[in-house]
């Protein structure tokens, strides 16, 4: 017999799987809910630590950036004093806490603003060094952590300067709410800045300083985990198949404290491409995000359902495969022996017919074959019988399905009133207020760029200096699509990269930022600065759309879009179509009531929608704070299914489902496997047997596959030969022979 064919091997796979779903049944449908903080919560803390890696490697990556490439355009031009460079920079940039130039041979400190830069911790003598002018932290008698940026100033015939920035390892624009802290770390797990834990003396009461005593305690715990964590490889701290953030991140789970359970998500800083290492990636440091959720006691499931599951599919399981030994395997076994019984000559014994089917009639005709070779005369076929293989086997799904389809339609079902824990919804809010100020500090970033350009741009400089300008901004900056600049009356002197989509004889704009062509497919966005020198000139960068989009780009805010003021999409992270409105009225209330002022300023706000079965976590976040993108007055809007979410009550059905699914997948696969290798077989077999005790001489049987229905069909071709052989003989006695009779 061969290895995968014949009536035994679809059947014991069916009996293993069936075992098999039995056992995963049992060990699974009865054990969701047990946790008490849900893995959603886990998860959500995960992607929060990821926001918060990204926002600061963008921010430091920026930072460098803009350092190196002003103090390049400075060295390009004429020689500026100290004072000069770094009050420009600071009217263009504020992003530094201080800065400072310094005379390279001499170590003079030549000029300096904001806070005291800590000049006794670079060694002068190794900045020509490989990677010597690389960023690197120190820290401050006072426990706190700067990181400190370099950049050469050099001009023909004047000594080298080094124009130097520091900064705090602060989060930019990461909105904590009320009950979450943060923290930078670095490879020993030292806290090297946190927010969001006040300070002893900023609280009342002895039982807040103990809550703040226990909070510091649990962070520290954390951060020293998170450090361990940090070492392994990325793709092995994740399952496969998990893609999304490029570093190794995860969640921890603390001690529980007054009732709530402290949980914690780690993000190593990971550079936005595969590969492609950054500044801020070399610095080996690490967020950890903790916030205090309350515990749920209750228990969705307990194990009497997956037992009771299990229990019953071994009872339908063991009927089903009961009805496939007794009326299928049997007997085509049987008739496999007897076969080959009568092609050995032992034509004694009548042929054990089976009692339906296609063996029934196979074995007829079997029995009715025996006594043709006996001698007899032909005897008449037995009436038909209809209920055959085919049937037996619709039975055997039936029963199958008996059991999978309640567990693929009814039972189990999450229902409308599915608890959703509120730090969910209070996640979806900060996380929606993040990206939203994370978009508005890149077009801000992308202004000042502009407003940088256009200082280093003087009165006298040729166009072709300005397209050197403007490529070597573009090479920089990927946020541009294209920079050119315009004067007073619309006319493009320089620009870089693609066509400006300026109005031919209009001027620059006013605004600092706007969108043109709102009636077109695509959004296209104009940052406009002003060039000193040069009454009504400007230089205008037109920002990708793509750039735009892919800040929204965050696994677990589900679809995120981009509004405008009069409610209409600019931009998403999956597909939309431009200047259309929002998927419902429901969102554009939840904007509406958003941008209302709460005190000075409109507040994020997220939202639980409920619609029968049809559970929604939504949010929006204004555009709030400075800068030149506030004018634009845009949302963002997030929203997602909680069935998406690794709640509970979601988990339970979808595991339900999912144990309907393996054994509909399991019974069709099966129940497939034996109608195309037995079944069919033995059908066309039961019609040829039958043609053979007939009459029909001629047709030769050939067996398709190599087990029991092939043997058989060998055999009755062994009996098709021996009753053409007995024919012919008695054909050959009854004639007369030739010349017989004649004298």
């Known amino acids: 017999m061969s290895l995968l064919g014949g009536i035994r091997p679809p059947i014991a796979v069916l009996s ?29 803390q995960q992607h ?8 600061l490697r963008a921010s430091v990556d920026e930072g460098v950036t803009d350092l190196t490439r002003t103090a390049q355009l400075f060295s390009a031009g004429d020689p500026v004093p100290a004072d000069a460079v770094l009050d420009k920079i600071g009217n263009v940039y504020q992003k530094w806490t ?34 010597g002018l690389a960023p690197r932290m120190v820290r ?72 703040v005593k226990e909070s510091n305690r649990q962070l520290k715990a954390f951060a020293k985990a998170a450090a361990g964590k940090a070492k392994q490889h990325p793709v092995k701290s994740k399952e496969p198949g998990s893609g999304g953030f490029l570093g190794v991140s995860g969640s921890l789970s603390g001690d529980r404290y007054m009732g709530e359970r402290s949980v914690a998500g780690y993000a190593t800083l990971a550079s936005p491409q595969p590969g492609e290492p950054t500044v801020a990636t070399g610095l080996g440091l690490t967020v950890v995000a903790m916030v205090k959720v309350a515990e ?61 089917g296609e063996a029934a009639r196979i074995g007829a005709a079997l029995e009715r074959l025996r006594h043709q070779l006996l001698g007899e005369s032909p005897r008449p076929a037995a009436p038909a019988r209809r209920f055959g293989a085919r049937a037996l ?22 229902g409308d009133t599915v608890v959703v824990p509120q ?19 890149a077009l801000n970033e992308g202004h000042a760029d502009l407003m940088s350009v256009a200082s280093l741009i003087g009165d006298r400089t040729k166009p072709s200096q300005m397209t050197e300008v403007l490529e070597a901004t573009m090479n920089e900056h990927l946020r541009y699509e294209s920079l050119y600049v315009l004067d007073a009356r619309g006319n ?160 339970l059905q979808n595991r339900t489902v999912l144990a309907g699914l393996l054994g509909i997948t399991a019974a069709a696969a099966c129940l497939g496997w034996l109608h195309i290798v037995v079944v069919r077989p033995l059908r066309d077999l039961a019609r040829q047997a039958e043609s053979l005790a007939d009459g029909d001489r001629k047709t030769v049987l050939f067996p398709r596959h190599h087990d029991e229905v092939g043997a058989v069909a060998r055999s009755l071709e062994l009996i098709r030969q021996q009753v053409q052989s007995q024919q012919r003989k008695r054909d050959g006695g009854a004639r007369t022979p030739a010349g017989a009779g004649r004298n």
């Open 492 to 651: 493009v002197l320089a620009r870089a990269g693609h066509g400006p989509h300026n109005v031919q004889g209009e001027g620059p704009s006013a605004e600092p930022i706007r969108v043109l062509d709102d009636q077109g497919k695509k959004p296209v966005i104009v940052g406009t600065a002003e060039l000193p020198g040069r009454e009504g000139a400007a230089v205008v960068g037109e920002f990708r759309i793509d750039f735009l989009n892919s800040l929204l780009k965050r696994p677990g805010l589900g679809d995120v879009r981009v509004v405008d003021a009069e409610r209409r999409v600019i931009g998403g992270n999956t597909g939309y179509l431009a200047f259309h409105k929002l998927p419902g009225e429901r969102l554009d209330e939840l904007v509406d009531g958003t941008n209302q002022k709460v005190g000075m300023s409109p507040r994020p706000s997220g939202v639980l929608f409920r619609d029968g079965g049809d559970i929604q976590i939504a949010a929006a976040a204004p555009f709030v704070g400075g800068g030149a993108a506030k004018s634009l007055g845009w949302t963002v809007v997030s929203w997602q299914p909680a069935s998406s979410l690794a709640i509970p009550e979601y988990s």
């Open 296 to 356: 749920d006691p209750a228990v969705t499931a307990s194990p009497v359902f997956g037992l009771a599951a299990a229990a019953a599919l071994l009872l339908i399981g063991g009927l089903t495969v009961a009805l496939l030994l007794g009326t299928v395997q049997r007997p085509l076994i049987r008739l496999f022996l007897e076969s080959r019984r009568l092609t050995r000559g032992d034509l004694a014994r009548p042929v054990t017919v089976p009692r339906r």
């Open 423 to 441: 730090q969910m919804v209070n996640d979806q809010r900060e996380r929606t207020d993040t990206v939203s100020d994370r978009v508005r500090r």
């Open 98 to 131: 201080g800065t400072a130039v310094v005379e390279i041979q001499s170590g003079k400190l030549l000029a300096a603003r904001g806070e005291n830069v800590p000049l006794t911790a670079i060694d002068r003598s190794k900045l020509a060094d490989e990677n």
């Open 393 to 414: 086997l619709a039975v055997a799904g039936i029963l199958l399905l008996v059991w999978a389809g309640p567990l693929l339609l009814l039972l189990n079902r999450a």
């Open 16 to 44: 293993v799987l069936l075992l098999a779903l039995a056992g995963i049944t049992a060990l699974t449908l009865g054990r969701v809910g047990h946790d008490r903080v849900p893995e959603a919560v886990h998860t959500s």
């Open 140 to 211: 401050l008698q006072n426990g706190e952590t700067r990181l400190l940026s370099f950049a050469l100033l050099h001009w023909k015939g004047r000594p080298q300067q080094l124009l130097i920035a520091s900064n705090s390892l602060k989060f930019p624009g990461i909105s904590l709410g009320e009950f979450r802290s943060i923290a930078v770390i670095d490879q020993s797990g030292t806290l090297l800045s946190s927010d969001g834990i006040p300070e002893p003396e900023q609280v009342l009461t002895d039982l807040q300083r103990d809550e």
């Open 48 to 55: 929060f630590a990821e926001d918060g890696a990204i926002a």
